[in-house]
């Protein structure tokens, strides 16, 4: 695909790629570009020519990515661009998709019961990533923003810098969830598992709102993943280890403590299956009587513990296998199936009866 230029008509980038339309948006462009070119448009509207272009040619184009380019740009130019496509999402595009699943049941398909728990998979994970977002909202983009301003200080103080360094940006990558593993499990299952009978457009509508969203998303991840993250990094390295220049070699006994810590709460956390997650339904078929999608019967025993809220070693307890067996067979259970998440395996084994509703909290 051939990039996208400043002597390029406005009206043309649309043209080319009519989902570069949420992007233009979020630079405050509204439609109605006439014959302007981009590089009219963006000085109109203040713009930088440059990064408009570099963030609408990566929109557009997978194998285009230009990091060492991005990386010349200011993070608060980048810290405002992602502000907005958050904005995007919590106000547009996501109010989008639960609009169309509610249109979907207001219509009473014949996979109703199905279709609410494709609903209740995507408000369970509309408030995960909305969580996530709220998060870089109030801690995160606030930190680059002062480690920006404390970069930029003449001859800042040690008690300055002492306040900023207990937050990093390491931190910021601990914090990343799954979402965009959640997505994808939840667009395979609604491809694969639930039929769209008379209403297919509709269903259609909904997929493919899920395709836009995760795109984006992905595109955003590789925004702050790739630029932003490298950019504060640096900034943090000669900020507050200028000897070493190193964040990362003199965060790592930090770091070690952290994971350790979180590991002992994680395993304290999930000792006991909590409040309201699945137990061993009574009356469901025996998986081993089940053929699906080439799952063993074991992989199928496996599925219906995972599902039912079991941890590994639980799972090991209860079937008498190993730990490492019971690591084995989820893997292949996700290879077999392409669903990464437990609350995506939860649906699925519910879409299959290999659990009961009647479970569910």
């Known amino acids: 695909m051939k990039l996208l230029t400043s002597n390029m008509k406005m009206a043309d980038v649309v043209h080319s790629n009519y989902l570069l339309m949420p992007v233009i948006t979020r630079f405050g462009i509204p439609m109605g570009f006439g014959e302007k070119t981009v590089a009219t448009v963006c000085r109109k509207h203040r713009i930088d020519v440059d990064f408009f272009l570099t963030i609408a040619n990566a929109f557009s184009n997978e194998n285009y990515f230009p990091e060492k380019k991005l990386q010349t740009f200011n993070v608060l130019m980048i810290v405002d661009y992602l502000q907005k496509t958050h904005a995007y999402y919590i106000e547009m595009q996501v109010p989008l998709i639960e609009k169309l699943l509610n249109n979907l ?25 909305f969580n996530h977002l709220e998060r870089e ?69 909904v ?77 469901v078929p025996k998986p081993v009587k089940q053929k699906l999608e080439g799952l063993t019967s074991r992989e199928l025993e496996v599925l219906q513990l995972v599902a039912c809220g079991f941890l590994n070693k639980q799972i090991a307890d209860e079937l008498s296998i190993s730990l490492h067996t019971v690591i084995s067979h989820r893997k292949n259970i996700t290879r077999k199936l392409q669903i990464k998440t437990v609350a995506g395996l939860t649906i699925y084994a519910l879409l299959n009866g290999l659990i009961s509703s009647k479970n569910m909290s």
């Open 207 to 283: 997929i493919f709102e899920l395709f836009r969203l995760e795109k984006d998303i992905q595109d955003h991840t590789r925004i702050e993943n790739n630029i932003l993250l490298p950019l504060v990094e640096e900034m943090e390295d000669l900020l507050f280890y200028p000897e070493e220049h190193s964040r990362r070699t003199a965060g790592k006994n930090a770091l070690a403590e952290t994971e350790i810590k979180s590991s002992v709460r994680t395993e304290i956390h999930r000792s006991e299956p909590a409040k309201g997650v699945y137990q061993v339904p009574q009356g």
């Open 137 to 205: 909202e109030t801690t995160t983009f606030p930190y680059v923003n002062k480690v920006y301003r404390l970069f930029h200080t003449p001859n800042p103080s040690t008690r300055e810098k002492r306040a900023l360094s207990k937050y990093s940006m390491h931190v910021y990558e601990e914090e990343h969830t799954d979402v965009d593993e959640k997505l994808y499990d939840l667009k395979n299952i609604l491809i694969k598992y639930v039929r769209g009978d008379s209403m297919n457009e509709l269903y259609q509508e």
């Open 105 to 129: 049941l207001r219509r009473r398909p014949s996979d109703a019961k199905n279709l609410k728990l494709i609903k209740k998979f995507f408000l369970d994970y509309k408030g995960e990533l």
